[in-house]
């Protein structure tokens, strides 16, 4: 996005005679225009959800194990009761 900006320098003559300076400037400037930030954040939340997810699956993962470990422990226990 860039941005126009214009300066103007004028000086008046006096009762003296003396004359009138008028300066006229015109500058272009470019501004940042956000997109960059924006793609960023849009990679660090992807980023966010991806560790989240490949998190939640390793430790259901490891529960999952536990608890089908305990159950197997209880049906020993229960077989060898009979």
């Not at 997109?35 to 430790?59: H, M, S």
């Amino acid at each position: 996005m860039k941005r126009v900006v214009i300066r103007t320098e004028t000086t008046d003559t006096t009762a003296d005679g003396t004359t009138t300076t008028s300066k006229t400037e015109r500058l272009e400037e470019s501004t940042p225009s956000g997109l960059l930030e924006a793609w960023g954040f849009l990679i660090l939340i992807l980023c966010t959800f991806l560790i989240f997810f490949v998190t939640y699956r390793i430790v259901s993962n490891i529960t999952q194990r536990e608890n089908y470990g305990i159950q197997e422990r209880q049906n020993q226990q229960d077989y060898q009761s009979y």
